[in-house]
């Protein structure tokens, strides 16, 4: 998520924003795409991720530069 910006549940009884909920998504993509594909390194693992990645620099030119690589985008990481 980007500075200033929260996720919000679905029932609205909680709202999350940063790295604290960046994390456990990318990290249940990469077990995906793990889980997918059993024998690739976690290097490929990381790269799937990083090339499958919505670069979010361009809509949010105030933060550019500390998005990290961008949005986490499970269907075109598991299609690599």
Known sequence: LQPGHFAQ??????????????TPLVAAVAALVKSADPGLRPEEVLRRLEESALRLDEVN?????????????AGPALNR
């Open 61 to 73: 030119p105030a933060h550019e530069g500390v998005l990290g690589a961008g949005l986490v985008r």
């Open 9 to 22: 549940s679905p029932s609205g009884t909680a709202r999350w924003s940063g790295t604290s909920f960046a």
